[in-house]
């Protein structure tokens, strides 16, 4: 059974930074890309940054420049680097995981980690 397991969110001050981070583990072959996603109080689910196997990576404009996404193959983890934190990245942040099993791929989410920011 395949989880993916997010840890690190809290609450910070404007400006702070946060490091979250995202395990997958279970009975997949490999995993391809790797994706953080921010969902708002309210509001739909959307893509912040995401990172290919190879490490090519993926911005949403929202956070270019202040975002850093990285990764770990070895250990199957993928790390978001959030610096200069505003009252609009509150929420929610989940974990997709880009996994293939037995041929087919499949995208497993995590629970997600709860980002709340003070002004």
């Known amino acids: 059974q395949v989880q993916v397991v997010e840890s690190g969110g809290g609450l910070v001050q404007a400006g702070g930074s946060l490091r979250l981070s995202c395990a997958a583990s279970?009975?997949?072959?490999?995993?391809?890309?790797m994706g953080w996603y921010h969902q708002a109080p309210g509001k739909q689910r959307e893509l912040v940054a995401m990172?290919?196997?190879?490490?090519?990576?993926n911005y949403a404009d929202s956070v270019n420049g202040r975002f850093t996404i990285s990764r770990d193959n070895a250990e199957n983890t993928v790390y978001l680097q959030m610096n200069s934190l505003k009252p609009e990245d509150i929420g929610v942040y989940y974990c997709?995981?880009?996994?293939?099993?037995?041929?087919?791929?499949?995208?497993?989410w995590g629970q997600g980690t709860q980002v709340t920011v003070s002004s």
């Open positions: 997709a995981a880009d996994v293939v099993i037995r041929g087919y791929p499949y995208r497993y």
């Open positions: 279970g009975g997949f072959s490999r995993i391809n890309t």
């Open positions: 990172i290919t196997s190879g490490g090519t990576t």
